[in-house]
């Protein structure tokens, strides 16, 4: 983390934005309203479409308080005036005169009249029905006040004030808010469930403050078993004896929390109610470990923990304060399940009620203008939530000093992409999640339940849109990625299937004055109506932000894809941050996903870049620490672009760095101490479209622990004008490298069966041939006949010496204990450029380079021999594959086919009747006697079923 500067005011209310251009009066102009209303040339419709619940642009809905809200029409049907049985007339709750009738009683229905200020006073007996306050309702800060009640609504003009920031609740007072539980939600009364809960209308004014504490701190000494202190980088605030605390697990795949009590404060010193359990030591002394505090002064609780029974929070004004608050077990969205009121898509049929929106903390729709103050949430905690903590949707907000812990889904989240404001040295520990991967529930034309439900997974923060200043954040403990930009817009209304369906934001929801530095874009024909799409609006700023002891690290996807360009002074910049004990990821069925799985949305991804082009990530330091597996520093999926990396301190990982498959991708100073340094699939797209892969490695310092410093390999399955156009380049400190599959007696396709899938005029400008000559031809071959090749030139022979650390295909495992371990292997290579390593064949083997699977029965006769091991490749792409084995003299070559039925590409194989047992099933072993050279085992049907192969020299 960069700074812990301890703010609890308002110096740092701004997000590092420059003030609005263009005010709101000036913006109606410009769409051709008035500021009295819609103009001749734009149509309500239009001004809804623009203003409204999808944007938020103004700074309240479209009646200027809120009052667009279909939301705000149901909350105040709650809460008539011909409901009302206890009426104010001021003073202090507990005073019968402050009342026209009595003192209200158990289930009264209450409104706080206009101009009038009741104070809460006392510990109330009372449990009423709701409460409406058109006035003040304010509590003795001095004072330990409760208030039981099922729905609490401040209406236009009507304040809470629980505290404020000049006479704060506390240290001696506490208030609490308690959200009753009357058994189930009354939908005759309440047929939207939006009751139970605090429900601030448009023009409600809402100060909560407690007393100032230290949200959370970092140790200063790693705190180990057996410790009955923690000592703290600084004396923290407001920490008394008897408080709950939560020191943050720092192991990658188990949880490791220790919730504990303070037994007292001296300074830096924290004394705890009883000795560690484990160790909390980070992979390095630089990193620290963490404690939360998880008590206010000031707190609003469901009185129930069944999430159907839950009270919730939501604010729908711009006058907000809230400090030093806390909000337990609140919330009432079951992210587990999809939400069953989508705006698109086909609803969960047959589901019980889970309407979206009621979230522990959230800003709903309060308006995005950037001209005025955003709403403030500074030093507050959310305890407990079944779906989402923080919420800003449609709003400008900053959150501040925050904490989280045991939320479903995501802790912090930036809901639609048209967000505004600051997530600024928040914490958020332990999100549980419903084991899917980002993607999941997104909209699938007719496919149920896939609605564009998004930060379900569990995540410490989700960002729909990228215009947010994220900064000094860290993330701990959670089932997936400590962060995650999902940058296309999540619409509030209904849009065409083809907008929601397309990889490519197409829906305008940001206001063209909000951008950045992005001159080009506000020129460009995606302005609509003076709306861009979000997903092509670079981030704003994510500077400083630490993830632990989660299932990955940032997931950044949607993000300008489709806008690739050169104009790197407006790339997105990733700068300063840092992941270690990054574990694994399990899904909804308990199967660890691997780091490329469903296109690198598996566990142990430090970095993932996924559909996203012109991103620079900066100073980047990524340890992979403890755990059973070792991922990827910074991975990538199919279709990326433009993702440069500077300066970057990569150690431990399996892949340090996969370079991306489109577009410019530099590497260049720093450190990379991996098993692979960085790893390079050429030929993997279709490039008429978007630009060649050139990968530039210059300056860097590579560590001695690793196999390989360069890995290259080649995707020959994928798309015939990627392969042969030879617009790409992979450099190392300015000399050019080649991949293996350029050498001159490679065949690349040598059989029909091996082309990949072609269309019309697959070669486009390269070469009029039809795609079936290529059969049987080598490179050489192909440039005499044709003028191809394979990365468009003919390269070195496989076996020529090449630059120290770069590998053409095998990495050597630890098993061997020297290169001659591999035996008569000297050549492994790959249809879709997968990673290899060559080991013993032995009882706890890998069968993959990133599966659990292991072999658990080796047939004596087999036992240590050299065994390749492969990379599984992703289950959900449908595409054949092949292996290119070199031997250095004649072998013995056996498969391990798990297929019940002899492939027809084994049907030349002799079936030894021998199997090898392993954890995913037992696997029929294959023999055929081959000659010294190159070999071609091929046919595979699918990419994730490469065969197992071993070999023992004849």
């Known amino acids: ?552 690290g940032l997931d950044v996807s949607r993000h300008q894809f489709g806008y690739a360009h050169d104009r790197v002074d407006a790339y997105s910049v990733v700068e300063d941050f840092t992941a270690f004990d990054v574990g694994g990821h399990r899904s909804q069925w308990d199967r660890r996903r691997p780091p490329n799985d469903r296109g690198a949305q598996g566990g142990t991804n430090g970095i993932s870049v996924r559909y996203s082009a012109n991103v620079v990530v900066r100073n980047p330091t990524l340890v992979a620490g403890r755990g059973d597996h070792r991922g990827v520093g910074i991975n990538r999926n199919h279709a990326p672009s433009n993702v440069h990396v500077e300066n970057p301190d990569v150690e431990g990982w399996f892949v340090g760095i996969r370079a991306p498959p489109r577009g410019t991708a530099p590497i260049s100073g720093g450190r990379l101490d991996n098993h692979v340094d960085v790893q390079v699939i050429g030929g993997t797209t279709d490039r008429r479209w978007s630009p060649k892969q050139q990968v530039a490695v210059d300056g860097v310092d590579f560590g001695d622990g690793g196999r390989a410093e360069l890995f290259l390999s080649t995707a020959l399955d994928d798309d015939l004008y990627g392969l042969f156009t030879p617009e790409g380049h992979v450099r190392r400190d300015g000399t050019d490298l080649a991949f293996a599959a350029q050498a001159p007696d490679v065949v690349p396709y040598p059989t029909k069966q091996d082309l990949p899938e072609t269309g019309d005029d697959p070669l486009a400008d390269l070469a009029d041939v039809p795609p079936d000559r290529l059969v049987g031809k080598s490179n050489a071959a192909l440039t005499d006949q044709y003028g191809l090749a394979v990365e468009g030139s003919v390269g070195p022979a496989v076996d020529a010496d090449r630059p120290a650390g770069v590998s053409v295909g095998t990495v050597a495992d630890d098993s061997p204990a020297t290169p001659d371990g591999a035996g008569p292997i000297e050549y492994v290579g790959s249809a879709v450029g997968s990673l290899f390593e060559v080991g013993s064949l032995e009882q706890g083997a890998r069968l993959t380079v990133y599966g659990d699977a292991t072999v658990q029965t080796v047939p004596g006769r087999y036992a240590g021999l050299p065994y390749v091991r492969l990379e599984g490749e992703d289950g959900d792409v449908d595409r054949k594959s092949w292996l290119r084995l070199g031997l250095s003299g004649a072998s013995e070559v056996f498969v391990a086919s798990e297929t019940e039925e002899t492939p027809g590409w084994l049907s030349a194989w002799d079936d030894t009747g021998d199997s090898l047992g392993t954890s995913a099933g037992t696997k029929r072993v294959f023999r055929r006697s081959l000659d010294a050279g190159h070999h071609w085992l091929s046919g595979v049907p699918t990419s994730d079923d490469l065969p197992t192969v071993f070999v023992r020299e004849r």
């Open 1 to 552: 983390m960069r700074d812990n500067d301890g703010d609890d005011g308002d110096s740092d209310a701004g997000d590092g934005r420059w003030p609005s251009v263009t005010s709101r009066r000036a913006f109606l102009a410009g769409v051709g309203v008035g500021a009295g209303g819609v103009g001749l040339a734009t149509t309500h419709e239009r001004l809804a479409g623009l203003l409204g619940s999808e944007t938020g642009a103004t700074a309240h809905g479209v009646d200027g308080h809120g009052g667009g809200h279909a939301d705000a029409d149901a909350i105040r049907a709650l809460v008539p005036d011909e409901a009302v049985t206890h009426r104010a007339t001021g003073g202090d709750w507990t005073d019968a005169a402050t009342w026209t009738e009595a003192r209200p009683t158990d289930e009264a229905r209450v409104l706080i009249p206009a101009e009038t200020t009741v104070t809460l006073d006392d510990t109330l007996d009372a449990a009423v029905h709701t409460v409406r306050v058109d006035g003040t309702l304010r509590v003795d800060p001095a004072a330990t006040t409760r208030l039981a009640v099922d729905t609490l609504v401040v209406t236009d003009g009507g304040r809470l004030e629980l505290g404020t920031a000049d006479d704060p609740v506390g240290p001696d007072g506490n208030a609490t808010i308690e959200f009753r539980d009357r058994g189930a939600i009354d939908e005759d009364w309440d047929p939207e469930r939006i009751s139970r809960g605090l429900l601030a209308l448009g023009g409600a004014t809402v100060r909560l403050a407690g007393a100032e504490t230290t949200a959370f701190a970092e140790t200063a000494v790693a705190p180990t078993a057996g410790d009955e202190t923690l000592e703290l980088d600084s004396a923290p605030s407001g920490w008394e004896a008897g408080d709950r605390l939560v020191l943050a697990g720092s192991h990658p795949d188990r949880n490791e929390d220790e919730e504990l009590r303070v037994s007292g404060v001296s300074g830096t010193t924290v004394r705890l109610d009883r000795p560690l359990e484990y160790d909390h030591v980070p992979p390095r002394e630089s990193f620290s470990a963490y404690v939360l505090h998880r008590d206010r002064h000031v707190t609003l609780r469901s009185a129930s923990d069944r999430t159907k029974r839950r009270g919730h929070v939501m604010f729908m004004t711009d006058d907000v304060a809230l400090r030093h608050a806390a909000f337990a077990a609140l919330g009432r969205t079951d992210k587990s399940r999809p939400f069953t009121d989508p705006a698109n898509g086909v609803p969960p049929q047959d589901a019980e009620p889970n309407p979206q929106a009621r979230y522990a903390c959230h800003f709903h729709r309060t308006g995005t203008g950037v001209d005025a103050e955003p709403r403030q949430v500074v030093g507050c905690h959310v305890d407990g939530s079944p779906g989402w903590g923080y919420v800003n949707h449609g709003s400008y907000v900053r959150f501040a000093h925050n904490t989280a812990y045991r939320v479903f889904g995501a802790a912090f989240v930036a809901e639609n992409g048209a967000e505004a404001g600051t997530f600024h040295h928040n914490f958020a520990l332990r999100s549980h999640g419903s084991g899917n991967v980002p993607d999941g529930r997104q909209f699938k034309e007719d496919r149920e339940g896939a609605i564009d439900d998004f930060g379900h997974g569990g995540y410490g923060f989700w960002f729909q849109g990228p215009d947010l200043t994220v900064t000094d954040n860290v993330a701990a403990g959670h089932r997936h990625h400590g962060f995650v930009y999902w940058n296309r817009a999540k619409p509030d209304r209904e849009v065409p299937a083809e907008v929601l369906r397309s990889l490519v934001g197409k829906v305008p929801n940001l206001p063209v004055d909000r951008l950045d530095g992005q001159p080009e874009l506000a020129r460009s024909d995606r302005v609509e109506d003076g709306m861009v799409p979000s997903s092509f609006v670079r981030i704003r700023a994510f500077a400083g932000n630490t993830v632990f002891a989660s299932g990955g």
